[in-house]
């Protein structure tokens, strides 16, 4: 498997990581469906905010080779506004976050960005002219 191979391809990497388990605990099934189990029972006494940072954390480390701290400062840096539109992150319920924005080539980090205008500047990177034709438009 390719390093964020779970990032690009959830469920194929889910279909892996399965056979890979089904493979290694074949001949003590009942061993991996201990393991499962307390896994549920850890993950159940985990609290919601445990369970999140965690998510996070993992998802930085994994994604971009960031800790919490370095996005923390980088977000300090930025003074806890998008990069671009200068706005604060939206509090919606499902996150209240700036997105961490990256060359998909180089995988340097160029800044954080409120999901609106990551969207936009993952148009600008991937279709040539992009800009220009936006530019075009608005100005019709």
């Known amino acids: 498997m390719r390093r964020n191979e779970h990032a690009i391809n959830p469920e194929g990497y889910r279909a892996y990581y399965r056979a890979y388990m089904k493979k290694r605990f074949a001949e003590k099934p009942e061993v991996w469906e201990r393991q499962k189990e307390a896994t ?24 971009y080779r960031l800790s919490l701290e370095q996005y923390d400062a980088l977000l300090t840096t930025q003074g806890g506004v998008c990069a671009i539109c200068l706005q ?53």
């Open 40 to 63: 549920r029972r850890w993950r159940a006494r985990q609290s919601p905010e445990t369970q999140r940072l965690r998510a996070r954390k993992h998802n930085l480390q994994s994604q």
């Open 88 to 140: 604060p992150p939206p509090r919606t319920q499902k996150t209240s976050v700036l997105e961490v924005d990256h060359n998909h080539e180089t995988g340097e980090i160029r800044g954080l960005l409120c999901h609106v205008c990551n969207q936009g500047m993952i148009a600008v990177d991937r279709r040539e002219g992009w800009l220009e034709n936006a530019r075009k438009y608005v100005e019709r």
